[in-house]
């Protein structure tokens, strides 16, 4: 029968009505479900009313969720509970905690476990769990916020869907070549059938951490939404199910058993001109294990855990988990004050003042910055738009940032900043006058701070009617690159002045190190050791080829000479003598001839050494290795002895310091774990009678000194 108009136009709105009250009735959904009350310490479990099963990681008695064995253990209830189990259709893994998704596995029981076989059959625990994941038959969805490292990647891979939110904080990544192991919990095997063996390995092999847009752009996550739209969007990929990411047709090809090999071997070429095999194994593992299993079979993760057993026990991983060690603890520095910079004034826009001008405005601070000079102002904002460009990449952050940097000629900023940093040329007069300027103007809560490299705090503050708001925050070039800011306390710098220090640093993702009021403070003291030696060695006769070559031998990044072409021999020139002391005269004459000449290094196209199209042209020449070993070893020396001065100077006041100083301060090789730690493994009466020479004194003056007896 046919329904009259009327009835047709009521249909037709009772219909409109349907639809508005169900789309009405999914956003009132309320977010949370009813708590599943099940006693485990480390998870929750909520189901909502889509019958979605939240499985909530909030690890007690943490400020971060990590994959300790205990979360593991619940872990794998909770998966073998979901067996079977029609009543779901789905499972959402998700942080209780604001701080992030997961951080990585628990890296003081990695560190803690000496057997290879214990640590293959944790692996293999962990592999296990994360199968069962991907092997349910409801979807699971790896909801992201904020940082999803190591074990927590690996476990979002195991998830068939994986959503990230788009803010700073989400970063993603599988950073353990850092430790000289790989991923053990599947994370190398699905890493490459996820993004293919190119794009795969890559990812692994670089370590690197990438933000949710990168990310998805190169397939790691299936889609990206604001922190609001994180649980909507999680239960849209569960009740629609979207195709699964799957190995592309050229994936499969590289696959093949025959392929394999011609491409892992590129790779591990290219890996050869950027680490040593027997310095750092674990990225050769890594294309090895593929090489010979690939990662489509089962074999895989076999491979993998036991690749990461053998790896665990050799010395780089040890060094290295050391390391990791030292970066935590200098992250634990001023953790106990709740201290955040909201506006910092910053006086002196030239190369320094103004890349910690940019590098705090990318680190969403508030800046003005001062200087008389609108050219240096000018330079400073340009500096810091390609910073932003470089680090946020997305147009609204970078103009946000922009917005953030005030140019501030007249100082206007100092009256409301929470800390002002004099970034000025060192010259102890004009800082006299800025710091006279700044506590007449300064807010009474202010914190003061000055970036000299080379002047006595003690000095500096003599101007000051209250000297204990100074205190030094010495960063080093280049600001963006270098992870180390050395936190200055002077004479008269009161102790919660340096920690709120401290905590600035951390704020703006720097690692801060306590060191006293000395000539050089501890990073310049040491490596100008380095410098003095490699001088010493080229007016000696010696080959720019051979003393490099000593300098990457040690463990340095790259050899002394490399690294002054690399600055610039204007600047190296200018610091030294503030490096080296009263042993730089003979060094001055030679930087000063060659920047007269015109020659200051990759800049010029010549310094020590020729460029071509900015790529150095090394000299065709043989090198004696012997020769080049006795050169390693006075570099050592140098800067062995400056070390210890430091340790008897009390700049610090223990050997980690030191470590962590050489490592994130000047480069040193991290794989040896730092430079007193690699002294530590050398014969001891044959060191003290190395240094004794070296210092020209004998050995029981060595062997009594206070740093001595502290290394051993």
Not at 662 to 675: D, K
């Amino acid at each position: 029968m046919e329904c009259p108009r009327g009835g047709k136009r009521l249909l037709g709105w009772a219909r409109r009505i349907t639809i508005v009250l169900k789309h009405l009735n999914y956003l009132t959904e309320k977010k949370e479900g009813e708590k599943i009350k099940v006693n485990y310490q480390h998870w929750v479990l909520e189901e909502d009313a889509h019958h979605i099963l939240w499985v909530g990681l909030d690890v007690a008695d943490s400020a971060v969720n990590m994959l300790s064995f205990a979360v593991l253990k619940e872990l794998t209830e909770i998966v073998e509970s979901l067996k079977g189990n029609t009543s779901y259709r789905g499972v959402v893994l998700i942080s209780n905690k604001p701080s992030g998704f997961i951080a990585g596995a628990d890296v003081r029981e990695i560190a803690a476990v000496e057997d290879a076989n214990a640590a293959v059959r944790h692996m293999q625990q962990a592999q296990t769990v994360f199968s069962e994941i991907e092997a349910l038959p409801i979807p699971s969805v790896a909801a992201i916020q904020g940082f999803c490292l190591g074990g927590g990647m690996e476990l979002a891979l195991a998830c068939h869907y994986r959503i990230a939110t788009d803010d700073r904080q989400t970063m993603l990544g599988l950073p353990e070549v850092k430790l000289g192991i790989h991923p053990g919990f599947g994370g190398s095997v699905r890493a490459v059938r996820l993004l293919g063996p190119i794009r795969g390995l890559s990812f692994v092999l670089e370590g690197r951490s990438v933000d949710a847009i990168t990310a998805k752009r190169m397939d790691l996550v299936d889609e990206v939404a604001p922190l609001r739209e994180l649980r909507r969007a999680a239960i849209y990929y569960i009740q629609h199910k979207p195709k699964v990411r799957k190995p592309s047709l050229i994936s499969k090809l590289l696959e093949i058993s025959f392929i394999r090999p011609l491409l892992g071997s590129l790779i591990k070429k290219k890996l050869a001109a950027k680490v040593k095999i027997e310095q750092y194994p674990a990225p050769y593992a890594v294309v090895d294990n593929w090489i010979n299993v690939g990662s489509l079979a089962e074999k895989a993760f076999a491979t993998e855990a036991e690749s990461v057993g053998r790896l665990l026990t050799t010395t780089t991983c040890r060094n290295l988990l050391y390391v990791f060690s030292l970066q935590e603890k200098l992250k634990g520095v001023g953790k106990e004050v709740n201290f955040k910079v909201q506006h910092i004034h910053v006086v002196g826009a030239g190369v320094m003042g103004g890349d910690i001008a940019a590098w705090c405005a990318v680190q969403g601070i508030k800046v003005t910055l001062q200087d008389p000079s609108t050219k240096a102002l000018g330079s400073a904002v340009a500096r810091t738009y390609d910073l932003a460009k470089k680090h946020l990449k997305q147009a609204h952050l970078v103009q946000a940032t922009l917005d953030r940097l005030c140019p501030d000629p007249e100082g206007a900023g100092v009256a409301q900043a929470d800390l002002i940093l004099e970034a000025a040329v060192e010259n102890l007069a004009l800082k006299h006058d800025i710091f006279k300027k700044i506590e007449a103007n300064a807010r009474v809560d202010a914190v003061f701070a000055t970036n000299t490299s080379s002047l006595s705090l003690m000095e500096i503050a003599s101007v000051l009617s209250q000297p204990e708001r100074l205190v030094g925050i010495h960063f080093f070039n280049p600001v963006s690159r270098m992870p180390l800011v050395e936190v200055v306390r002077g004479k008269y710098t009161d102790k919660m002045i340096a920690v709120y220090a401290a905590a600035f640093v951390k704020q703006i993702k720097k690692l801060p190190l306590l060191v006293e009021d000395a000539p050089r403070f501890l990073v310049n003291q040491i490596i100008g050791g380095y410098f003095t030696e490699a001088f010493k060695a080229l007016m000696a006769g010696d080959s720019m080829s051979v003393i490099d070559a000593a300098g990457r031998r040690l463990g340095m990044p790259m050899g002394p000479l490399e690294l002054c072409d690399q600055v610039g021999l204007d600047v190296c020139l200018a610091v030294s003598s503030h490096l080296m002391g009263k042993e730089a005269e003979s060094a001055q004459t030679l930087l000063r001839s060659k920047v007269e000449k015109g020659e200051l290094g990759r800049k010029t196209q010549k310094g020590f050494y020729a460029y071509a199209k900015g790529e150095m042209v090394r000299p065709k020449e043989t090198i004696d290795p012997q020769k080049t070993i006795a050169l390693e070893r006075q570099l050592f020396l140098g800067l062995f002895n400056r070390a210890l001065l430091c340790l008897d100077e009390a700049i610090v006041n223990n050997l980690e310091w030191v470590d962590a100083g050489s490592i994130f301060g000047f480069g040193f090789a991290p794989y040896q774990g730092g430079l007193l730690h690699y002294a530590k493994t050398m014969n001891q009466t044959e060191l003290a009678k190395a240094l004794a020479a070296y210092r020209n004194v004998n050995v029981q003056a060595i062997e009594t000194s206070s740093a001595w007896q502290l290394l051993w």
